[in-house]
């Protein structure tokens, strides 16, 4: 698509979740009406009228059945996915909006699914004619952003280490925890980091952070954040690594069936953060923070600026990190309407 309708139309698959409310939300603030697309009628036309949504388009279907997910895309500009466990449920959107020829983006958090899209769907994007920027959410937007603008302040390729601090201690909601459940074994791993030339299993470098106003370094762990696989399409680098507080990653690695379903389905309603990634070189250190209000607000209100922005048709077609999409400066600096500010800070 080369061309900006006068109000894009932007299609939702999973508006009758947490998040798909906030997405809903945001549609409507932007006078923008949605077409829901989903299995179950009643649920869709549920979540519209909480919205304040009369006139959005109910599409029915089903994640197994392409030819009706095909239809219900065909006519949209751009597609939100917005699931849980995309390394299971994710695929069938993916595929589905390529065909239709809608432009695609998601609220995964999965280096899994990430690299699936990279790898499998690329080529198919691109044939379309659309973009597909997946993994949008508030931990990897601003960790791929950050990223690019901080390696950038030290010499030579950085040694890149992101980590996602929750302000606030809350909890997460039911959704997400059934995300980790559903590729355990990789959260435990630790999942990926890249170093010389290559994304690697195993040990990373970085058993330590200090986190922004504290004065003493937090134990961290190896987290498999998504950006480990974006940041180095743009960006010369030496190492990049995800890490995250070590009591949290001791909380994930003891999830099971019976816990998770004593989980509530919505999370905490106080979830500030803090996106933290420091860029090491040349002896020094530049730190880029973003601070945000609400995770889960928060990633639906950036897929809704990345769907609008995709809906615009000017960027390339294929698969593509935010940072190879859209300038990151720019790009950040439009958050702040949305109370997400960022910062860097040299030493």
Same mark, same amino acid.
């Given at each position: ?5 006068? #109000?894009?139309?932007?299609?939702? =698959?999973?508006?009758? &979740? *947490? ?9 409507? !603030? !932007? ?13 869709? *036309? ?37 699931? #849980? ?31 699936? @899209? ?42 890149? @280490? ?19 459940? /559903? ?5 435990? #791993? ?9 994304? !690697?299993?195993?040990?990373?470098? *970085? ?8 004065? /003493?370094?937090?134990?961290? &762990? ?5 950006? @480990?696989?974006?940041?180095?399409? *743009? ?7 995800? @890490? ?23 999370? #905490?309603?106080?979830?500030? =953060? ?21 995770? =889960? !607000? ?13 809906? /615009? ?35």
């Amino acid at each position: 698509m080369t061309t900006q309708p006068s #109000s894009p139309t932007i299609a939702v =698959y999973g508006a009758t &979740g *947490h998040t798909g409310r906030y997405l809903l939300a945001e549609l409507r !603030r !932007r006078a923008l009406t949605p077409i829901l697309v989903g299995r179950n009628a009643d649920r869709l *036309h549920a979540a519209a009228a909480a919205a304040d949504l009369p006139d959005a388009e109910i599409r029915i279907a089903d994640l197994t059945d392409h030819t009706a997910l095909v239809a219900a895309f065909t006519g949209a500009d751009a597609v939100v996915s917005s699931l #849980s466990a995309y390394v299971r449920n994710g695929e069938p959107v993916l595929a589905a909006a390529i065909a239709a020829g809608a432009h695609y983006t998601d609220i995964s958090g999965e280096q899994l699914f990430l690299k699936k @899209v990279f790898d499998d769907y690329a080529a198919a994007a691109e044939t379309a004619g659309v973009t597909a920027i997946p993994g949008v959410t508030d931990n990897n937007v601003p960790g791929d952003l950050l990223a690019h603008l901080t390696a950038r302040r030290v010499s030579g390729p950085a040694e890149l @280490v992101m980590s996602h601090l929750s302000k606030s201690g809350g909890n997460g909601s039911k959704g997400s925890a059934k995300t980790v459940f /559903a590729s355990l074994d990789w959260f435990r #791993s630790g999942g990926w980091h890249f170093a010389d030339g290559e994304l !690697r299993t195993g040990p990373a470098g *970085h058993p330590q952070m200090t986190f922004p106003g504290d004065t /003493a370094p937090t134990a961290v &762990g190896k987290f498999p954040q998504p950006p @480990v696989l974006t940041v180095p399409r *743009h960006t010369e680098v030496a190492s990049v690594e995800g @890490v995250l507080a070590k009591d949290i990653l001791d909380t994930l690695s003891s999830f099971t069936t019976e816990l998770i379903e004593q989980i509530p389905d919505a999370p #905490s309603s106080d979830l500030r =953060y803090e996106v933290i990634v420091d860029a090491h070189g040349d002896g020094r250190v530049v730190r880029g923070v973003v601070e945000g209000v609400d995770s =889960y !607000r928060d990633s639906a209100l950036l897929a809704v600026e990345v769907a609008t922005r995709l809906a /615009a048709g000017t960027t390339k077609p294929g698969a593509l990190a935010v940072a190879e999409a859209f300038d990151p400066t720019e790009f950040l600096d439009s958050l702040a309407r949305f109370g997400i500010t960022w910062r860097i800070e040299e030493s």
